[in-house]
């Protein structure tokens, strides 16, 4: 079996910092979830990195989540689709994202402080910019997770690589300077 790797860019600016402005609701999601559609199911769906429901209770996956506060094997069920770990020199984030295509997945750290995987499940319809469908009912057209970096990061260097066609992995070095954060 063959192992295939892919860099994934990461950026560093914001074009649209006023994304994430409409909240997914509980109830929203359950009557989004409940419709018979296979896609959404894959993308949200129990154990799935994206959905609302991936740490047990509901949780808006446009809020930044503290992910590395806790233990995977704690936090999450087995067999789980997704593990966290620190490293001597990295902090190390694995998700297999089936149903997702490489080319809509996008890292980014927002001013230093979050983590951001996004991609499109369904581009919207109507003419605009496409960076407007993460200011409305974002779910409709797309996938999100954010989470909060650990202090102490170089998170300039974060390192996103797609690998096997369905495992996303992140590195965030550790950093010994106190500054690097800031």
Partial sequence: MSSSSRQIEVQFEDPNPHKWGHPLKEDVFATFISKENPTVKKIFGLGSFFSPLLFGKFFDPSDAFPLWEFDSEALLPSPRSIDWFPTDTDYVLRAELHGIIIKSLQVSVENGRILEVLGLWNPPRESGKPAEWKNGRWWEHGYVRRLELPEK????????????????????????DTNATK
């Fill in 153 to 176: 990061t170089e998170w300039r260097n974060v390192d996103a690589r797609w690998q096997n066609e369905s495992l996303l992995e992140i590195r965030i070095p550790k950093s010994c």
